[in-house]
């Protein structure tokens, strides 16, 4: 077969180009240590690549994402560390005031110190997130939560929770609403709770009720009660009153006489009175109700500015204190509640830390398994396309030389 000049330098130039062009990738492919430059070299790996690529991604935001939880509920523990060691505090000022060795001047001096941790809760109440927001708002972060009121404090937030997404199903709460924390407080024992009508001071009366206790949950009704003291000719009887239902349930023939510190129960709840209740005193019974950890600290104030003179004073300072004492205990089993659930959001953030780091290594060799070049495979591809390079130039150069001239002389 005959091949013409212009045939054999065409196809010689040619078979030459298309060696250098795959030496020149293998070099860039060297260069770059991936094994696909373009999604054309792989486009099933290189789709997997772009998912594999996303989810790193996203994994990574969920990174930020629990830092910036954490960063948020630790300022929301150290807040609520401080409102425990006040309450804690409150409550030993609470236990002295109850002291029958104070004097009216000591008492006041207490409810002074009072004022001061009130505004102090009210402080750590508008605790700033330091982004100008608060953490005990809800929502309305920018909206200061609390401002005080003469009994107690108005909350001006929401009751929701600011939450932020820290694993690819999980929703984490980083706040928790000023309502949880300082406002949904029981009253009382936690089912019922006890108080002394006002009014016996003036009458002189001088008893004091405990806070009970629920002697049979089943037989519990839910409704208010009176207990109502009366004395004639030197003794003293009593009769209790269901206010719901505006019918006496206890002495409505002849009275129950009255004997200081026995126990009294009614509708599965049971509890004492000690003293002297004087004629015409009660006592009320309700269920238990929520109250503000303002309102509670407020009330103690102005029970300790009250004139506590002779047994009656001094009956009205105990019960105020008492009840001031179930509340606080209500509140701080509260804070300590939430300051439990803080915890253990911190403690899924370090599991959820964990998984992601794993997550994170495993689309890391995924991805290395998907693009990262076999570099000894290159290298010797390299130099096999290097040698056939060169002896396709050598054998082009030879076979261009050949020519029927060279023979002439």
């Known amino acids: 077969m005959r091949i013409s000049t212009n045939t054999l330098y065409d196809t010689g130039t040619s078979q030459l180009g298309n060696l250098q062009t795959s030496l020149a990738k293998t070099q860039m492919l060297l260069s770059t240590g991936r094994k696909n430059l373009t999604a054309a070299d792989d486009p099933i790996s290189a789709a997997r690549t772009l998912e594999v ?7 990574s ?23 425990t060691s006040l309450i804690q505090d409150v409550q030993t000022l609470a236990v002295n005031a109850g002291s029958g060795a104070m004097t009216e001047s000591d008492r006041k001096s207490v409810a002074i110190e009072l004022e001061g941790r009130l505004n102090d809760l009210l402080g750590l109440a ?93 037989a519990l009704t839910g409704h208010d009660y009176s207990i109502n003291f009366t004395v004639a000719n030197g003794v003293t009887s009593y009769t209790i009153k269901d206010e719901t239902l505006g019918a006496v349930v206890v002495g409505a023939e002849d009275p ?6 026995q126990q009294i129960a009614v509708d599965g709840m049971a509890f004492t009175i000690k003293g002297n209740p004087a004629d015409g005193d009660s ?25 506590a003179n002779g047994a009656a004073g001094q009956a009205a ?11 606080l205990s209500s509140a701080l089993d509260n804070v300590l509640s939430v300051r439990a659930s803080i915890g253990a959001r911190l403690k899924e953030l370090d599991y959820l830390d964990s998984a ?6 495993q689309y890391s060799q995924t991805l290395s398994d998907l693009n990262d070049l076999d570099n000894v495979k290159a290298i010797s591809q390299f130099s096999q396309q290097q040698f056939t390079l060169e002896a396709a130039q050598k054998s082009f150069k030879t076979l261009t030389g050949l020519s029927l001239f060279n023979f002439i002389s």
Do not use: C, W
């Open 256 to 261: 129950v006489p009255f004997q200081p510190g």
């Open 61 to 83: 935001q969920l990174v930020t994402n629990r830092q910036n939880a954490r960063s948020s509920l630790s300022q929301v523990e150290l807040a609520l560390s401080g409102v």
């Open 126 to 218: 508008n605790t700033s997130d330091g982004a100008g927001g608060y953490l005990f708002s809800g929502y309305r972060s920018t909206t200061q939560p609390f401002t005080q009121t003469a009994t107690g404090a108005q909350y001006h937030g929401d009751q929701g929770q600011r939450t932020l997404q820290v694993g690819s199903t999980r929703q984490m709460p980083v706040s928790d609403s000023g309502t949880s924390v300082f406002e949904n407080i029981t009253t009382g024992n936690g089912t019922f709770t006890t108080s002394a009508d006002p009014a016996n001071t003036a009458r002189g009366g001088s008893g004091i009720i405990s806070s009970g206790a629920v002697a049979d949950a089943a």
């Open 53 to 59: 690529t996303q989810s790193q991604s996203i994994n």
């Open 283 to 307: 006592f009320a019974v309700k269920p238990s109700a929520k109250e503000s950890i303002f309102t509670t600290l407020t009330n103690m104030i102005n029970t300790l500015k009250q004139s």
């Open 317 to 327: 300072l105990t019960n105020g204190l008492n009840t001031a004492q179930d509340n």
């Open 356 to 361: 992601g780091e794993d997550l994170n290594l």
